[in-house]
Each structure stands twice: as C-alpha cells, then as structure tokens.
C-alpha cells in the first residue's frame, strides 16, 4: 500500500501569507496526486488534481507542484475563507489520503 | 450540477451491518465510478472503495472483509454495507463521484462531487 504523509500536520498564518505544505508519498506516484480542502462540518472540497492542475472555480491562489514522491501545495496569499484544513490524495494505486494539515489564523 | 445524497441509520449496534445509500441527482450514474469515503470525528479521511457503475468494485485491503458496495443504475443510487461493525467504524460516511479523463499518458483520476455526509455511530 501506498502511505501518505503531509508536513507540517499544522500552521498558524496571517492574512496575505504565503503558505506551502508539503505532501510525500511512500513511493513514485509519478503525478497521481490531488489536494482538497475541507472546512469543519463540510465535505473536502477539490482543488488540485494531476499534481499541478487547478480545478475549475477554485481562485488562482492555489498552485500545486511536484512529482515522484515530493508534492507541494502553496496558497500564494493567504485569505480569510482559506483557514481550513488540506489534504493530498494519491490515486495511483486506488486512493489513499495524507493526514492533513490544519491552517488556522495566527 | 451533480449532487449526491447519503441516507441510512445514525445509529448501528456493535456486530451489526452499517447500510448506506447514496442517490445521485442531477446526472446520470452511468459511465463513472462512485466511491464511498470515512472520517471518523476529528481525524482524517479513509477511502473504504469504489463501484463502476457496470458493477466491477475495488475495496480498501483494510475493509475488504468487511464491505460491500453495490449499484442500481435504475434507481440512481449505489450503497455501502460494512458488516460486523465496532465502536472504531464510528464516523462521518460521504459519497463521492470519481471523475478524471485520459491524459494521453495515463488515467486522472480525483473525487470531484462529494456529499455531505452522513454521521454514523456504533452504539449499543
């Protein structure tokens, strides 16, 4: 099985920072790699899929990076709505999803 | 605009079977893979497997066992049964649509309409 890991599993940001969380895969996922939001109380929302590939709606804040085994989610300038918690999800052997990290208001 | 919709019991005994059903409006279930997906409180996401909507399904090593997910395209709606449930499968249930396309190089694959989650707890 393919593991998931996600750094730093938590943050504390201000408004207009630039934030970036890193995802790992246990082995080479190649670009099979997408990330989600999820506010308390919600349903993960996707923004990311194929490692670097915006979904549509989804504010152009949010870029994706990576491949192999090192991924990463960047928030260029950080707003209110974006405190939430994110999470990658490997689809290259089934699914598998990383820990999460938490992003709250510093 | 897709929407799905999970119902079933809030409460299952322990050793009982948790059943589930979501129902997919606004499109047709036809020619995706439906998957269900866990989170128990405060922790993170599981995915437990999915159907095509011919009825082929893949499931999660962990859950195998235990899990069976099936589709009726006439009605619109695939369902989860896990059975001989503990205190441990007590967590939030969500329905998702897998979407995704051929890239060309290889097969894209995210859950892309999710639904709101039903919270199932395992209590005597």
């Known amino acids: 099985d393919i593991q998931m890991t996600q750094s730093p599993s938590s943050l504390s940001a201000s408004v207009g920072d630039r934030v970036t969380i890193t995802c790992r895969a246990s082995?080479?996922?190649?670009?099979?790699l997408n990330w989600y939001q999820q506010k308390p109380g919600k349903a993960p929302k996707l923004l990311i899929y194929?490692?670097?590939s915006l979904q549509s709606g989804v504010p152009s804040r949010f870029s994706g990076s990576g491949s192999g085994t090192d991924f990463t989610l960047t928030i260029s300038s950080l707003q209110p709505e974006d405190f939430a918690t994110y999470y990658c999800?490997?689809?290259?052997?089934?699914?598998?999803f990383g820990p999460g990290t938490k992003v709250d208001i510093k | 605009q897709v929407q799905l919709q999970e119902s079933g019991p809030g409460l299952v005994k322990p050793s009982e079977t948790l059943s589930l059903t979501c129902t997919v409006s606004?499109?047709?279930?036809?020619?995706?893979?439906w998957s269900w997906i866990r989170q128990p409180p405060g922790k993170g996401l599981e995915w437990i497997g999915y159907?095509?909507?011919?009825?082929?399904?893949n499931y999660n090593p962990s859950l195998k066992s235990r899990v069976t997910i099936s589709v009726d395209t006439s009605k619109n709606q695939f369902s989860l049964k896990l059975s001989s449930v503990t205190a441990a499968d007590t967590a939030v249930y969500y329905c998702?649509?897998?979407?995704?396309?051929?890239?060309?190089?290889?097969?894209?694959?995210?859950?892309?309409?999710w639904g709101q989650g039903t919270l199932v707890t395992v209590s005597s």
């Open positions: 999800q490997q689809s290259y052997s089934t699914f598998t």
């Open positions: 606004g499109g047709s279930i036809s020619s995706y893979y």
């Open positions: 159907i095509y909507y011919s009825g082929s399904t």
């Open positions: 082995q080479s996922i190649s670009s099979y």
């Open positions: 998702a649509r897998v979407g995704g396309f051929w890239s060309g190089y290889y097969d894209v694959q995210y859950f892309d309409y």
């Open positions: 194929a490692a670097s």
